[in-house]
T-cell receptor
C-alpha cells in the first residue's frame, strides 16, 4: 500500500470543527482512502473511506482533492471523546491487491481542549 | 453485532514461556487479521486468514510466531519462547470478503514479559 503523510499532532477546541490533513502523492487509481482512529487503550476504529468523491457518514466527512493526492478528514463538531490518534491509510483493491493487512503510520494525535 | 472479541485482555508471563491468544471475529466475516502494536507506533500487520486458509504469513516476526484458524471461525496466535521484545499489544481484526470493506478491530491483548 502507498505511503501517507500526516502531522504528528493537532489541537482543537471542543465544539469546533477539526480538519485533519493527509498527503498521499503516490496514490494509485485503485487505492481507497481509509481513516481509522484509536482511542486510548482500545483497538483502532473505522471512521470513513472513499475513492474519488467526498463522503459523509454519522462520524465524519472525507474531502478528497480532485487529483487525489491529498484528503482531509472533517469532524464537524469535536467533543472530548474525539481525542484520539487518527490514521490515514491507502488500501489497494485491485485484483491481487487489498488482501494484505492495513499499513498504519504514526497517525495524528488529536488533542481536544475543553 | 457483538464485535471482535479477544482473550485474554492482559497477559503477564516470564521470558521463555509460551503464550497463546484467542480472537473471535464478527460471525459473518471471512477475513481475520493479526497485528502487533508497540508503544507510540501504529499497528503492524502480522498475518491474515480467509476462512481457514492462512494467505499471508511472511510478515510474522519470527518462526516463534504462529497462527491458526482451524474451522474458519476463531483464531489463535501463539508465541513460543517469549522474549522481552515481544511485549506489545496484539490486535485482531476481521472484515467481510470485499477488499475495500473496513476492518473491525478488537481491543487487543496486552502482553508483558517479565
Amino acid at each position: 500500500d502507498a505511503k501517507t503523510t500526516q502531522p504528528n499532532s493537532m489541537e482543537s477546541n471542543e465544539e469546533e470543527p477539526v480538519h485533519l490533513p493527509c498527503n498521499h502523492s503516490t496514490i494509485s487509481g485503485t487505492d481507497y482512502i481509509h481513516w481509522y482512529r484509536q482511542l486510548p487503550s482500545q483497538g483502532p476504529e473505522y471512521v470513513i473511506h472513499g475513492l474519488t468523491s467526498n463522503v459523509n457518514n454519522r462520524m465524519a466527512s472525507l474531502a478528497i482533492a480532485e487529483d487525489r493526492k491529498s484528503s482531509t478528514l472533517i469532524l464537524h463538531r469535536a467533543t472530548l471523546r474525539d481525542a484520539a490518534v487518527y490514521y490515514c491509510i491507502l488500501r489497494d483493491v485491485s485484483v491481487g491487491g487489498g488482501a494484505d493487512g492495513l499499513t498504519f503510520g504514526k497517525g495524528t494525535h488529536l488533542i481536544i481542549q475543553p | 453485532d457483538t464485535g471482535v472479541s479477544q482473550d485474554p485482555r492482559h497477559k503477564i508471563t516470564k521470558r521463555g514461556q509460551n503464550v497463546t491468544f484467542r480472537c473471535d471475529p464478527i460471525s459473518e466475516h471471512n477475513r481475520l487479521y493479526w497485528y502487533r502494536q508497540t508503544l507510540g507506533q501504529g499497528p503492524e500487520f502480522l498475518t491474515y486468514f480467509q476462512n481457514e486458509a492462512q494467505l499471508e504469513k511472511s510478515r510474522l516476526l519470527s518462526d516463534r510466531f504462529s497462527a491458526e484458524r482451524p474451522k474458519g471461525s476463531f483464531s489463535t496466535l501463539e508465541i513460543q519462547r517469549t522474549e522481552q521484545g515481544d511485549s506489545a499489544m496484539y490486535l485482531c481484526a476481521s472484515s467481510s470478503r470485499r477488499g475495500e470493506e473496513p476492518q473491525h478491530f478488537g481491543d487487543g491483548t496486552r502482553l508483558s514479559i517479565l
